[in-house]
């Protein structure tokens, strides 16, 4: 079945490190991948896309991911964790050309140390 | 880009009743989707909505607790009926928006409490 997987519900990094949110997808054909960030008691917000073309995408607040289709992974990266990136994150892909809806992963939980 | 209007932002209902949660979109869209937030869970699609036909139901939905109404390439409508404590989600309408800036838009989402 084609499906979205987000690796770690909760993930906590210090102010300043590496954040790595991991996902990764099982389709038949290479998709549309998402992914979006949810602060508490507000709605989704996209931090980036890929559908085409260069497949490390940059997104807002300095997120990037890379579309590696040997692996089947998307993950999302931040050189430097900073606090307000606390939050729900979701990846999410529209898995196959009939299939026009989006499949969301999960979720992953960032905390953010001080 | 389009633009979803969705009503209402919140409410509490008793047990047993019926809501209707309505999306307005700005530009007619072939596909309206219907998606369900638990507390502290992901997105779980309920139900695909074209003009002109009957929704199409995700496993472990029915149309009888969750119907839809799909008037016209601008508007929809998800009904949340016999309700029950375990209703109590965040309900978001989303549509796929053109090929310029590709994505997808989601309303503001509604957030039902079922006491």
């Known amino acids: 079945a084609q499906s979205v997987t987000q690796l770690g519900s909760h993930v906590s990094v210090s102010e300043g490190a590496l954040v790595l949110l991991r996902c990764n997808y099982s389709?038949?054909?290479?998709?549309?991948l998402f992914w979006y960030v949810q602060y508490p008691n507000q709605g989704l917000q996209l931090l980036l896309k890929?559908?085409?073309?260069?497949?490390l995408v940059k997104g807002i607040n300095g997120f990037e991911a890379e579309f590696k289709k040997s692996e089947t992974s998307f993950h999302l990266t931040k050189p430097s964790a900073h606090m307000s990136d606390a939050a729900e994150y979701f990846c999410?892909?529209?898995?196959?050309?009939?299939?026009?809806?989006?499949?969301f992963g999960s979720g992953t939980q960032l905390t953010v140390l001080p | 880009s389009a633009v979803i209007s969705q009503k209402p932002s919140r409410d509490i209902c008793q047990r047993g009743t019926s809501l209707t949660i309505q999306c307005q979109v700005d530009?007619?869209?072939?596909?309206m989707f219907w998606y369900r937030q638990q507390p502290g869970q992901s997105l779980t699609l309920i139900a695909t909505?074209?003009?002109?036909?009957?929704?199409?139901?995700e496993s472990g939905f029915v149309i009888d607790k969750f119907p839809i109404s799909r008037p016209n390439l601008t508007f929809s409508t998800l009904t949340v009926s016999n309700m029950s404590p375990e209703d109590s989600s965040i309900y978001l309408c989303?549509?796929?928006?053109?090929?310029?800036?590709?994505?997808?838009?989601f309303g503001s989402g509604t957030r039902l409490t079922v006491v």
């Open positions: 890929y559908t085409t073309g260069a497949t």
């Open positions: 989303s549509v796929e928006r053109g090929v310029e800036n590709y994505g997808y838009t």
């Open positions: 909505a074209n003009q002109g036909s009957e929704a199409t139901y």
């Open positions: 999410a892909a529209r898995l196959s050309g009939s299939a026009r809806q989006l499949t």
């Open positions: 530009s007619q869209v072939t596909m």
């Open positions: 389709s038949s054909v290479p998709p549309y």
